[in-house]
């Protein structure tokens, strides 16, 4: 078999767990297997050097901060090459670059456009290992850029879709997908399998072991994904898609977010095209909108449109906002930064029907209260008050008998 | 003017030294230059990243370990950047490759082969402070390269040359270059000007304000380089062309260089040939051979042959010389590590004589024994007992009435 494994950040967190991760390589290709390894930065390297970016400057150029930054994974891929061939096999460590990993110009979080994966392909064809610095691509105009946080996911889902690789694992310090965040519910259980759109609501709704962007490119090129722990042999979960047997199964996890911040635009005088304006506008400035509700007054001459964002882009948001309720005659923006999301996720929804209402009664029945939903084929989300977050996963997750 | 400043280690050793760096190219900047900034690594990191190589294996894989050592300097170029735009100004950061500095393949000691400097030039033209990650380049195969052991005076030396700069300024942390090391002659003086010639004999003789090969560089390129300190604003040393003033001063400087071996093959059987297959052999390990002697027996049967090579390298010279000392029936293969070299220099030379002899006598004088000797036109080395090495200085120092 082809396989790529990525380590992340913890994984290769110093010198001993760097010569671990070597050892798994080298008994993977010792099984008859050809391996590329893909590299984080060793945990806390990468905080390190966004703190000493922040030491300098209020907003530092992103250019320059791609080039900051890409250098933890670049260590991390030289030591492990450096590792495995300890072990006596053959190993090379590339960066981005010479991966041929190109991306679009947006630095801090750029696109992957292209791969063409000439040096992988030959380097494994001449019984090397080889090592992928992750997190980072290479620009049009031979700049240096970086996928975002969490970005060496998508770095080696992208390189097993372009060498089609048979397997695509990604070694973290969790077992697997849970049904819910076990730090909050103990009972909470390791899935066996899970498909391609469950891991993306999971994923897009916080849960941390995988990247959104790397299981959209997943699911997009069908790359088989397996989430297993680098610190034990356990079997971990396998992303892939959907079939029947998952579809019987209605709700898969409940997941939680409490990252983003409501804002809203209080009375708008309505007329067409007030929605999109307002949101070509956050789009243009690089803010990624996750709900929108809108509502309109009872005599019908006034909106309000809330929608949720990231909260390390509010400031951003909030700006581009006020200018264009200034434009659009509103009477305010209101801004909310302690509220969470929670959803409950499962493709057997698609078939199911009750799963919404049941949530909703689980929530009213504890007396928390709901601010939005938002609802799509696999996935129900509500915003909530922040403090009742823990509450809320622990009542759904027993609502729904996910513990089993 | 076009100015190139290069920043060592120390001097970005910390945020606030690379604030003060960028302090300084504004300062520069605002008198109405063009300037290339050229840093090396924080003062630490290099050593911690060679650390981290010998931790994992004995021999690191060369191609690796520049990929691991080469990132230091990608750091402090894209905080020096960020520091110089906190500032008010605009500056891009270039790794080796963007800046276009191509070199062969011998990892860990590359050497320049080309620059094309055209991403610097036209980011000059734009009106950016250009800031290069030191110590790097890129070889034909697309691997990153490094220059070796302060290998950023070589890319600061050689860029200045590529673009044409009127001034290559060396920050480091002493005043400039002096008539010795003022750690064992308190009375050294600093010197206000000293020719190429000079200069590379004291860098290639231990002195370590300036890398060997970036004055061979500068000489042949004809570069006009200072060499100043990073923390107060004396005028520096001056290295150029040598000029007549030069020339009545007999001898500029005293050098020491404790990072010698002494290599002896003994009783070999003399016949034409037997240097060139030994020193062939040698340089074909990678061994760079500094003083040479050779002795014939009075029979002139046998020879002796002396040499003297980096302590780093003593055990690849070692096993090269074995190798040949039984293909040429020599008696066996001696070694000396607690040797040290000490030299005179001085242009003057060339037109006054007796410096050897009054060496000599000096060293005499105060019972210093004297191993090895060897001589060009503006030097006299000596090898000498290790522990002797600060008393030589001092007692030449005087002899020499450099102090003035």
């Known amino acids: ?54 030491q300098i400057s209020v907003a530092p150029s992103e250019r320059e901060m791609d080039m900051l930054l890409s250098s933890g994974e670049r260590v991390t891929s030289a030591l492990t090459a450096m590792a495995v061939e300890a072990l006596g096999h053959k190993a090379r460590a590339f960066t981005g670059r010479q991966a041929g990993i190109m991306t679009d110009t947006v630095h801090t979080k750029a696109r992957i456009e292209k791969i063409s994966g000439d040096r992988i392909r030959k380097a494994l064809d001449e019984g090397y290992v080889v090592v992928l610095a992750g997190f980072q691509g290479i620009s049009e105009s031979e700049d240096v850029t970086t996928l975002g946080r969490g970005g060496s996911d998508l770095s080696a889902v992208a390189v097993a879709s372009a060498i089609k690789a048979d397997l695509c694992e990604i070694y973290t310090d969790v077992d697997g997908v849970y049904t819910t965040d076990p730090n909050i519910v103990p009972e909470a259980r390791k899935l066996e399998k899970i498909s391609y759109e469950e891991m993306l609501e999971l994923a897009s709704l916080g ?42 199964v209605v709700v898969s996890g409940i997941a939680y977010d409490k990252n983003q911040a409501k804002i809203t635009i209080v009375n708008v005088p309505d007329k067409p095209g007030i929605a999109a304006q307002l949101f070509q506008a956050v789009a243009d400035a690089n803010v990624v909108v996750d709900m929108i509700v809108q509502n309109i007054s009872s005599d019908g001459k006034f909106a309000d449109i809330s929608f949720t964002v990231p909260k390390t882009d509010t400031r951003r948001a909030l700006e581009v906002t006020e200018k264009i309720a200034k434009e659009l005659g509103a009477e305010r923006v209101d801004k909310r930064e302690d509220i969470s999301k929670i959803s409950v996720i499962g493709v057997g929804m698609r078939t199911h029907s009750g799963v919404a209402s049941k949530m909703f009664q689980t929530l009213a029945a504890n007396n928390i209260n709901i601010a939005m939903i938002s609802t799509s084929e696999i996935k129900v989300s509500c915003v909530i008050d922040l403090k009742y977050t823990e509450l809320a996963v622990r009542v759904l997750h027993e609502a729904f008998k996910l513990a089993l």
């Open 207 to 248: 849960a941390k072991v995988l990247q959104t962007r790397s299981v959209e490119f997943a699911m997009k090129y069908r790359v088989p994904v397996v989430v297993r722990s680098s610190f034990n042999d356990n079997p971990g979960t396998l992303v892939v898609e959907e079939d029947k047997e998952m579809e019987n």
């Open 1 to 54: 078999m082809l396989i790529v494994q990525k380590y992340g950040g913890t994984s290769v967190g110093n010198i001993d767990r760097i010569k671990n991760v070597a050892g798994r390589v080298v008994r993977t290709v010792e099984q008859g297997n050809r391996v590329v390894v893909v590299v984080s930065a060793m945990s806390g390297e990468t905080d390190k050097l966004i703190g000493f970016a922040t």
